[in-house]
């Protein structure tokens, strides 16, 4: 069975922001990494090359397959902040509807500048996916 590509790795966190070319999109990425460490009680670290996450967690799939991965985080991409969030919760779509400008995928929320959200409200998704995935995958 394949291993899962996205694994935890010992690459420094800030040095990856450093990275980042875009001045607002770097800052955006350090106060949701900020937000989340807060909300998480975890530090951060990276999952592969490009994303930062908190916490991690195993699953496991009725097809037999499974691994580990962070159970909430943010990866500044070129086109949007993307933050890796659960995406069946109560209260969900609620929060969705008022925290402002932002897109969503499949487990992805999507957030071209912080300006545009409400911070409380971005918050509260963070911790209700925080909180659904802590009841989905205890330990």
Same mark, same amino acid.
């Given at each position: 069975m394949?291993?899962? #590509?996205?694994?935890? &790795?010992?690459?420094?966190?800030?040095? =990856?922001l !450093?990275?980042?070319?875009?001045?607002?999109?770097?800052? !955006?990425?350090? &106060?949701?990494? /900020?937000?989340m /460490? #807060?909300?998480?009680?975890? *530090?951060?670290?990276?999952? $592969?090359p490009?994303i930062?996450? =908190? $916490?991690?967690?195993?699953?496991?799939?009725?097809?037999?397959?499974?691994?580990?991965?962070?159970r %909430? @985080?943010?990866? *500044?991409?070129k /086109?949007?902040? &993307?933050? +890796?969030? /659960?995406?069946?919760? *109560?209260?969900?779509?609620?929060?969705?509807?008022?925290?402002?400008?932002?897109?969503?995928? #499949?487990?992805c929320?999507?957030?071209?500048?912080?300006?545009?959200?409400?911070?409380?409200?971005?918050?509260?998704? %963070?911790? @209700?996916?925080?909180? !659904?995935?802590?009841?989905? +995958? *205890?330990?």
């Amino acid at each position: 069975m394949a291993e899962n #590509k996205t694994q935890a &790795t010992a690459a420094s966190v800030e040095a =990856f922001l !450093d990275t980042v070319a875009d001045e607002r999109r770097r800052a !955006d990425a350090r &106060t949701v990494a /900020a937000l989340m /460490a #807060k909300v998480s009680g975890e *530090p951060a670290a990276m999952w $592969g090359p490009s994303i930062v996450g =908190f $916490g991690r967690y195993r699953y496991k799939y009725d097809s037999g397959r499974e691994g580990e991965m962070c159970r %909430i @985080g943010l990866s *500044p991409r070129k /086109a949007a902040l &993307t933050l +890796y969030l /659960a995406s069946g919760y *109560p209260m969900r779509e609620a929060l969705l509807a008022r925290l402002g400008k932002h897109g969503t995928g #499949k487990g992805c929320l999507y957030l071209k500048s912080l300006k545009d959200v409400d911070m409380a409200v971005l918050e509260e998704l %963070i911790a @209700g996916s925080l909180a !659904d995935n802590r009841a989905r +995958y *205890p330990g």
